[in-house]
């Protein structure tokens, strides 16, 4: 055999050696760094989850005494009992307040929440008459009030001719406020939602007499 079959065949063999090696052993290795990789990735992924969790908590953690206060501010202006005699002096008050005309107040069935819990909602609606700053002053007013009162929705129309304001100077409108506030009876055990009582007042309805002129 000749020196240069000698080369080919020597040369042969050293490159089958290295890609045998390559399947064998540099294929595995490169296979295992891949899935080493990826688990790095992964575990990489979670430590960010658990850091912007870490974060969550500790922002809650320190903003937790204002929450508390905020909870107990708001207890505060929860009642246990309906108190819809209370609340309605205290609705005129502020339509006296604002200069609105025509108050009426129409109490609704109380409800139980929609999600559960341990409090009633009493649905209240409230129609009067006034200008658009007076209805922009009485929702402030409503906002302001001792007891916690929330406003659903708000319609107005300009109102007839007759009405109480110039109609040179600011039109007249004819409002309606759909509302709901709540009370928290005591004797209702926790995450339980109560059974809206029954009322001999529902759908009663008070009316104010217009104020006089200004």
């Known amino acids: 055999m000749s020196s240069r079959n000698v080369i080919l065949l020597g040369t042969l063999g050293l490159v089958v050696l290295v890609v045998a090696f390559y399947f064998l052993l540099l294929g595995r290795l490169l296979e295992n760094l891949d899935q080493q990789a990826e688990a790095r990735d992964q575990r990489q992924a979670t430590l ?4 912007a969790e870490v974060a969550r908590l500790e922002e809650v953690r320190r903003n937790s005494p204002e929450l508390q206060r905020q909870l107990l501010e708001l207890n505060k202006r929860i009642p246990t009992q309906p108190e819809v005699e209370t609340l309605v002096v205290q609705i005129e008050d502020i339509a006296q307040t604002a200069g609105v005309t025509q108050t009426q107040i129409l109490r609704g069935d109380p409800v139980p929440p ?19 700053e007076e209805l922009l002053e009485f929702l402030r007013l409503a906002n302001d009030l001792v007891r916690l009162m929330a406003v659903n929705n708000v319609a107005y129309e300009v109102a007839e001719e007759g009405t109480t304001a110039a109609p040179d100077v600011e039109q007249n409108l004819v409002v309606e406020i759909d509302a709901e506030v709540y009370y928290q009876p005591t004797d209702v055990p926790e995450g339980t939602a109560p059974v809206a009582p029954p009322s001999p007042e529902t759908g009663s309805e008070t009316t104010t007499a217009a104020p006089a002129a200004k």
Do not use: A, K
């Open 114 to 132: 929609e999600g559960g819990g341990d409090f009633t909602v009493q649905p209240i609606t409230m129609s009067f008459e006034g200008t658009y």
């Open 48 to 51: 960010v989850e658990l850091q």
